[in-house]
């Protein structure tokens, strides 16, 4: 299962792709954005200032999209094409075949935070203590689960036709109810109550949480755990069936 | 004991019925061609061979193991039909990674070599031609060193060249005593590269032997000649005669007894031109065979 786990990976680096949504466009928006608000502004909620709120939003941002990208659309085409088949004429079982797609997706969701935080410091001179660097990290690979599953579940449901818009609809419109491009606050009440549900934005909130300094309520751990558990319930069922041998 | 056992095996797919009851026995180290027509059931008795679909009724064994059982110990290697190479690799890493996946593989070198692609070993596999990635698949079925080595129509897609390059890859894999079953609907390829040829239609065994043993089974001989406007009455009763097929002015007679046909012609007072004696080959076995005409 490790060999299809670096596999994986290494495979998903060389697509352009992937390099674009999970890695350029963080890094880009959070220059653009870093210097657009005032870099003192402070976010009310959280104490942050607005370079290192971005920060957490554009690494959890990256890491959203790259969990969704690498799964998804990509798994669907996998499945139409015959690489899942060609697997399972081979001892490596469909369980780990899954497994390790979503430990690959979870990882190669590492590097948005890692360049973006990157870029944080060189650029803009955030500041974090090693501690915090690690907690953000730690949050980032750990809350991309649930999106891995998600992807999975898309990948296994629909064709690949379907799953590519199906999956930039998901990751839209998480990042838009997560408040991972604005805050939340601006959105009228009925959305701001579905986005305080989300796991997008439970998950970014844990994030400001970690670098804020302040322990993570376990609030947001439990919804976020919550969704992790129901969405990965549902992408092995559907896993699955996609998988039968009928 | 025998690489593949099916005991009254039969799948349907909702009231189609894509194989009827089939009866197998495949001894280790043969070299086997399933033959028959689209839609005979071929890739269907593969697939529940390779675990892929579960039979309707009965049981297949591989190597007296259930096909789940023997895929997961790694013995056996194939060549699915509507399996695909994945983006992003190139041809060393896929081989190389299937290699990891089980317990005794063959070394790199040697796949690459007898798949012939040590030239290609570092190209991506999405930018190999339709014949240069059917034998990546080649050398992802043979990396493990499997104890059989199932192939599903492996040389759809390939040209003439390729064609012939592929089959003398498959014999010297076969060569190491290997257990061989494939798939195909070209007769030349059963001919001339199995032990044993297996003949199915419509979802049954209709002829099971060497490629020989069918060929004289079914039809023997044809006789052939220009007969121009003369009648054709009579011909059908010829000694040996046991087909006839009149087609603008040419007869093609088909017989056990070729002498005694070609004797009884001349002797029947027939103008006979262009005379032309042949062994049927295995295109007209197949036909008189599966019944399409």
Redesign the interface.
Known sequence: MLRYLALEIRRTYRDRRFVFFAVAIPVGFYLLWSNIFAKNDVDAGTGLDAKTYLLVSMAAYGALGASLTTTGARLAAERRSGWLRQLQVTPLRPWAVITAKMLASMCLALPSVILVGLVAVVVQGVHLSPGEWAGLIGVIWIGSLPFAALGTLIGSLVGPDAAQPLTVACYVLLALLGGMWMSVSILPKTMRTIAHWTPSNRFVELGWSVVAGHVPPASDALVLAGWTVVLGALAIAAYRRATVRS | MNAITFTGVSKS?GDVRAVETLDLEIAAGQAVALLGPNGAGKSTSINML?????PTAGTVAVFGQSPDAA????W???M?Q????????TVR?IVE??R????EPMPLDEVLSLANLTPLAKRRVDRLSGGQAQRV?FA?AVA?APRLL?LDEPTAAMDVESRRSFWASMRAYAAGGRTILFATHYLEEADENADRVIVISRGRVVADGTAQEIKSATGGRTVRFTIGDQPTAGLDTLPGVTGIEVRAGSVRLRTTDPDATVRALYASGVEVRDLEVKGADLEEAFLSLTGDN
């Open positions: 797919y390779l675990g892929l679909a579960r895929v997961r110990a790694g056996v290697g194939a699915p509507d399996g695909a190479l994945v983006p992003g690799l890493e990674f299937v990891g996946l089980y317990p698949k992802i493990g199932v």
